[in-house]
Structures are given as C-alpha cells and as structure tokens.
C-alpha cells in the first residue's frame, strides 16, 4: 500500500525518481517479494540514474554543440580515413583531460572533424566533465565586442573559456588572425595550458599556423602552449564525408 505523505514528500525533496520508482512498487504485487534493502536500493539507483542523466543533458546544453547527437560509437572508421581507432577510444576515455592534453584534429573540409570534435567533447559531457564548443570566428567577435565594453564583460568572457574542462575550438586559424585577435588567443591559452583541455579542428597543419598567427613572439607563445602537450590527428579520406552521407556534417 502507498503512503501519499511519503510520496509527497518525496516530490517536495525533489526526489523525483525516487518517487516514480515507489510508485511502481505500490502498484507491482511481485516488489513485494522482496527484502527491504532490495527494494530501498532500486529506488535510490533510479533516482541516481535520474539524476545523473539530467546533469549529462544540462552538461550536453550548455557545451552549445551544433550535432549533439555525435558520439564515439558513430565514428566511421574506413581504410582511406586512415584512423587510429585504439587511440581515437584512448582519448574518449578521458585520459588527456586528467592529464590537460589537448588534441589537434586536422584535415580538408567535409572530412568530419566537426563530428569528431564533438564526439570527444559528448564523451567528456559524460564523464561529468563541462565542455564548451564554439567556432574561432565566433570567439573572435565575441571577444572583440565585449573589449569594447567598459563594463568588466571582457574578462569575463575570458574566464568563460578558460574555466571549462574541454574547449572545443572549430574552425581554428582559417583566416589571419590581427595583433588583437592574436593576443586575446594568447590569454586563453596561456590560462589553459597545463590545466584543461582544447580541441583544435583545423583544415591546415600545425606547421602552417605560425603565418595564420602573425605576431611572431605571440605566435611562438601561443604555439608552445599547444602543439607539445597535443594528440595530432589526421583525418584523411578519397571521399570527403559529406560526399558520403549527402549531408552538411561528417562522421
């Protein structure tokens, strides 16, 4: 039999799933069968489970991904792609965001760096990780915007990016970058290196972003606090994966 003063309680506890879970058992002759502490432990592993999956969504929404349905499991692994599969799992496991690694994904447009990308960050969402995702040229202008502002917004947009676990930057260095641009790129890296981790998606090579950099002595910095702590990932293909699927994103 229910107790409606427990049930309410539970729902004024937030206890939610709790409250489902013993609501299944009043009504489910075959519950009671069993011994309490059976039955007390499936109501906390339900409301465990609730909770913990409300937290992956919330951790999934705020990391802004453009294909949050990308994931690990989806990745394509065909010859001319010429992935390294151990180490593309290696990496989901978490391994280079417990030791601030960051990782380099590299290769032409269509190749499904965007949905690798992703997919590591969704895999660092379910690790309880918070991530954020976001394309340089966005960034960018975030920052510049909020540089002109007096009102503090500037550093805290720059905290912003430097206080998640995984950054994932798309996008990164297809244009030039100017003196300004270069140094507010300086301050996030520079806040992250050795701390956190980012994800770099670029079409070009690590050997060519110096020239995308300009400022020499900034580009140097920038560089040293990336490419040595990196996992370098070529993303290769005869056929570009938006070929493949028809669709404006890759596997």
């Not at 379910?126 to 503090?152: F, H, M, T």
């Not at 981790?197 to 090579?205: A, E, G």
Request: hydrophobic letters at 40%; a negative charge; charged letters at 25%.
């Amino acid at each position: 039999m229910m107790n409606d003063q427990t049930l309410t309680k539970l729902h004024e506890m937030k206890l939610n799933g709790m409250a489902e879970a013993y609501q299944e058992q009043a009504m489910n002759q075959d519950f009671k069968k069993m011994s309490f502490e059976d039955r007390f432990s499936l109501l906390v592993d339900l409301e465990h489970s609730r909770r913990k999956n409300n937290r992956l969504q919330r951790l999934i929404k705020a990391a802004t991904f453009v294909n949050s349905n990308a994931s690990v499991e989806d990745i394509e692994y065909h010859a001319d792609r010429r992935l390294d599969k151990d180490l593309i799992l290696k990496l989901a496991s978490g391994t280079y965001i417990h030791n601030a690694h960051n990782i380099i994904l590299k290769g032409p447009t269509g190749s499904g760096k965007t949905f690798l990308g992703t997919a590591f960050g969704i895999s660092a969402c379910r690790q309880l990780y918070k991530v954020k995702y976001i394309r340089l040229p966005e960034l960018l202008d975030e920052l510049s915007l909020a540089k002109l502002s007096a009102d503090g917004s500037y550093r805290r947009s720059i905290k912003k990016y430097t206080k998640v676990d995984v950054l994932v930057l798309d996008e990164w260095l297809l244009t030039d970058l100017t003196p300004e641009e270069a140094s507010m790129l300086l301050e996030i890296t520079e806040a992250r290196h050795k701390v956190s981790s980012t994800i770099f998606c670029s079409q070009i090579d690590p050997s060519g972003w110096h020239l995308k950099l300009g400022n020499e002595t900034i580009a140097e910095a920038i560089l040293d606090r990336i490419i040595h702590d990196s996992y370098q990932i070529l993303i290769d293909g005869e056929i570009s994966m938006r070929e493949r699927h028809g669709l404006e994103g890759g596997f």
